[in-house]
């Protein structure tokens, strides 16, 4: 009972474990001539994935500042960092003094001049001006660049948008001081210079996350799922659109990638030669001269094979390799029109184009000389002098050589499965 329960219980963690689905990344590298370097999270030999498995593709060193890419005519999805930036921002704003950053919390304690409040508000304005004019830099930059350098672009990208959110800050303290001359005569004047600063640092804030920050620089597509589907091979094209002018780099990945699948059973129809030592027998005679009117039955060399003509069933598991092993079953016609039943094993040659060598049993009935009857032995066969034979079902053996009939299955990510 024990032994059952451990078996049970083996097979379903063995299920769980199998249908558990994994995602496999697809890099490209987008700045490597014709974006040809590529690899993926299974670090197989080629270019694969798990039947099983998710199946991502991974952009990196790319331009979204620049360029628009494509897989096939579909537009690859861009994931925004944009509004978690900006959600981040209204809540300083809302918070005021609450978020101003730590090493400017001393200083409300201290009672500044309005002397001092306009020549802050000044120095805010100055270095706004200074960050606007880095930002456009940047910007500029990264716009003409083929690739980029996501690690030195998120630093700077970073550096900017705290300076920003520093500025606002500051920005909010010099408000919060100028409270305490409310009922100064310049008040108000000094107040609408201070306005107008807070709203310049808030547009260099929506400046900083609408140019740096509304593409994020991580670029996947969605998940693509390709279990229980019989298919060998997905296939995409990689195309390239620059953002201002909208014309596709023509040069740019000229050639489709292709992602094989492994793992997962396959079933495919092949066609081909066999050698079977199943056959029909034929038999002659010979006038026995020691009895008159005997024959002597004599059986004619026809070699150890027939050729049969046929078609297999291919069964086998996707090992993403030029050689993979097969199990066959099929049907075989003979020269003689005798249908034979095969069952065997076999080795797949190639990729797109594929070849089978197979060997194994053949079975079915062929032609044999009558059970009361042997060769080599003298009898009266009367006058129509024909040889007893029957049908008997008979297992061989065979080999042979067939190529596989179903093309190569392929999923493109335009017009699905063909």
């Given at each position: ?20 689905q ?13 974006g ?26 790319g ?32 918070n ?5 950053l ?6 409300l ?12 508000d ?8 200074y ?21 030195d672009l ?33 008040y ?8 107008a ?5 808030d ?14 620089l ?19 094209k990689l ?14 990945t ?19 030669l066999?050698?079977s030592s ?14 008159s ?10 070699g ?15 090992m ?40 194994g ?10 059970d ?20 008997e079902?008979?297992?061989g ?12 299955k ?9």
């Amino acid at each position: 009972m024990k032994t059952v329960k451990l078996i049970a219980s083996f097979l379903f963690f063995t299920i769980i474990s199998y249908s558990q689905q994994s995602n496999t990344v697809i890099k490209i590298d987008v700045s490597a001539p014709n974006g040809k370097n590529v690899s993926n999270s299974s670090n197989h030999k080629w270019l694969s994935a798990k039947s099983k498995d998710m199946i991502s593709i991974q952009l990196i060193n790319g331009n979204p500042f620049k360029y628009d890419y494509k897989i096939d005519t579909k537009s690859i999805s861009f994931f925004s960092d944009e509004e978690k930036i900006k959600e981040e921002i209204e809540k300083i704003k809302e918070n005021n003094n609450k978020n101003i950053l730590p090493d400017t919390i001393q200083e409300l304690d201290q009672k500044m001049t309005i002397d001092e409040i306009v020549e802050t508000d000044y120095n805010l304005n100055q270095n706004v001006n200074y960050l606007n004019i880095e930002v456009e830099s940047l910007y500029k930059i990264v716009i003409k660049k083929s690739s980029l350098n996501v690690e030195d672009l998120e630093k700077e990208r970073a550096i900017f948008l705290e300076s920003a959110k520093e500025l606002s800050n500051y920005a909010l303290l010099n408000l919060e001081s100028l409270k305490e001359y409310k009922n100064d005569t310049i008040y108000e004047g000094v107040e609408k210079k201070l306005l107008a600063t807070q709203e310049k640092i808030d547009k260099c804030l929506d400046n900083i996350i609408h140019k740096l920050y509304d593409v994020d620089l991580e670029i996947y597509t969605l998940p693509i799922d390709v279990q229980g589907q019989n298919i060998d091979v997905i296939e995409f094209k990689l195309q390239r659109f620059d953002k201002e002018t909208k014309k596709e780099d023509l040069s740019f990945t000229s050639k489709p990638y292709k992602i094989w699948i492994r793992g997962g059973l396959k079933i495919d129809v092949s066609a081909g030669l066999f050698l079977s030592s199943l056959y029909d027998f034929e038999f002659d005679k010979r006038d026995d001269l020691n009895i008159s009117g005997n024959k002597i039955i004599t059986q004619k060399n026809k070699g150890e094979y027939d050729i049969a003509f046929g078609s297999m069933i291919n069964t086998y598991i996707r090992m993403n390799s030029w050689a993979v092993p097969t199990l066959n079953f099929g049907a075989a016609l003979t020269q003689n029109e005798k249908l034979q039943i095969l069952f065997g094993g076999g080795l797949i040659l190639g990729k797109q184009e594929r070849v089978i060598l197979t060997a194994g049993i053949s079975m079915g009935k062929v032609d044999r000389i009558a059970d009361s009857y042997q060769v080599g032995g003298s009898y009266n066969l009367g006058d129509s002098g024909t040889i007893p034979i029957q049908s008997e079902f008979k297992f061989g053996h065979f080999f042979g050589i067939a190529y596989n009939l179903s093309k190569v299955k392929k999923i493109s990510l335009e017009k699905g499965i063909e």
